[in-house]
């Protein structure tokens, strides 16, 4: 998996704060719903233990926090937030592994056409 055709993807910021352990990027265009990954090509330089997609088109936030301690193991389930504010404990679609973030967008609630910003912590 890799960035898509169509898919624009644009590294915003990164190495940000004073141990460098923040990456946001900006995504948007026409990439017809399918799943991508952002990892060292991208400008991905650290394997991330906390990731956040915001969809501001649908006004939708996943965040994601890798720990093998939560339920389902380390890529299963996060925080969800809908535009209304009201959030859930469920699956994001996010994953880490390798340096690389997978973004599964049928449950990451990220369809053809929305703009999003991914940020990438450790």
């Given amino acids: ?11 915003v910021s990164s190495h940000i704060g004073a141990a460098g352990n923040k990456t946001i990027f900006a995504g948007s265009g026409t990439y017809t719903a399918a799943d991508f990954s952002v990892g060292p090509t991208e400008g991905l330089g650290f ?10 088109t649908d006004k939708v936030t996943m965040e994601q926090f890798v720990d ?9 389930k ?3 937030t809908i535009a ?3 959030r859930t404990y469920e ?3 996010l994953s880490v592994s390798n ?4 973004v599964d967008v049928s449950v990451a609630l990220l369809t053809n056409d929305d703009d999003f910003i991914l940020i990438c912590e450790r």
Avoid: C, F, W, Y
């Fill in 1 to 11: 998996m890799a960035l898509l055709s169509g898919m624009v993807l644009n590294r």
């Fill in 47 to 56: 394997e991330p233990n906390e990731v956040t997609l915001i969809n501001l």
């Fill in 68 to 76: 093998s301690g939560l339920d389902g193991g380390d890529n299963a």
């Fill in 78 to 80: 996060g925080m969800k």
């Fill in 84 to 86: 209304d504010g009201t």
């Fill in 91 to 93: 699956a994001t679609g």
């Fill in 99 to 102: 340096r690389t973030v997978s």
